[in-house]
């Protein structure tokens, strides 16, 4: 399974970037998929999954501010990410049945 995050970038502090997955080798509405992040110091986190059914779930910090979404024609799942806050700072990775793809760098500016 290969995965590919890309969207990431510089973005001020209220402002909206929307992430790219694209996934081979696996089809990513068979089992469920995530976005996780991991901020400068800290440990790796949960942001969003969406499961086979759709159902999502997020982090706390982020509900209401962010949408994971899956195309499933595309193989790709995408998280919209609206009113950015510098803490939102991080790698974002994209993951599938234990399978990490390369992360995405997203830099909010206060």
């Known amino acids: 399974v290969q995965l590919q995050a890309s969207g990431g970038g510089l973005v001020e502090a209220g402002g909206s970037l929307k992430l790219s997955c694209s996934a081979s080798g696996s089809s990513l509405k068979v089992n469920y998929a995530a976005w996780y992040r991991q901020r400068p110091g800290e440990e790796r986190e949960l942001v969003a999954v969406i499961d086979k059914d759709d159902k999502t779930n997020y982090a706390e910090s982020v509900k209401g501010r962010f949408t994971i979404s899956r195309h499933n024609a595309d193989n790709t799942m995408y998280l919209q990410m609206n009113g950015l806050k510098p803490e939102d700072t991080a790698v974002y990775y994209c993951?599938?049945?234990?399978?990490w793809g390369r992360g995405t760098l997203v830099t909010v500016s206060s």
């Open positions: 993951n599938h049945l234990g399978w």
